[in-house]
């Protein structure tokens, strides 16, 4: 079993060599550099499969455009301790929602 360390480590190399490039464009102040983005974090963690097409390239939309609303809309300020569970479940209801009603728990999590 590997140590907290060892494991610290293994997180670390990940988000230096990938997960960090996907926050900063996700940060973006310009929207086709945050759909790559999204895109791209969507393949990373492997939750495009969850945004089913029917509810967004099926109706004349972007890939992936509700998603990319809710999250430039989040309901909340500031993410902590305390109100990350909070944002997460709201997020999880809100793709649930854009998304044909199943549950997004998976992918507001990573998100």
């Known amino acids: 079993m590997p140590t907290i360390r060892e494991s ?3 997180y670390a190399v990940k988000w ?5 490039e996907l926050v900063r464009g996700a940060e973006s102040i310009d929207r086709d ?3 790559g983005a999204l895109a791209e974090a969507a393949g990373y963690f492997k939750i495009a ?3 089913p097409r029917r509810y967004d390239v099926d109706c004349a939309l972007p890939r992936m ?3 990319l609303e809710i999250l430039a ?4 300020q500031h993410l902590d301790r305390q109100t990350v569970r909070e944002a997460v479940r709201s997020l999880r209801s809100r793709l649930a929602a854009a ?3 199943r549950d997004q ?3 507001a999590s990573k998100l």
Do not use: V
């Open 8 to 10: 610290a480590n293994k």
């Open 16 to 20: 230096f060599s990938k997960e960090r």
């Open 33 to 35: 550099q945050r759909f």
């Open 49 to 51: 499969r969850n945004l």
């Open 65 to 67: 455009s509700p998603t």
């Open 73 to 76: 809309n989040p309901g909340h």
């Open 99 to 101: 998304y044909g009603g």
């Open 105 to 107: 728990l998976s992918a």
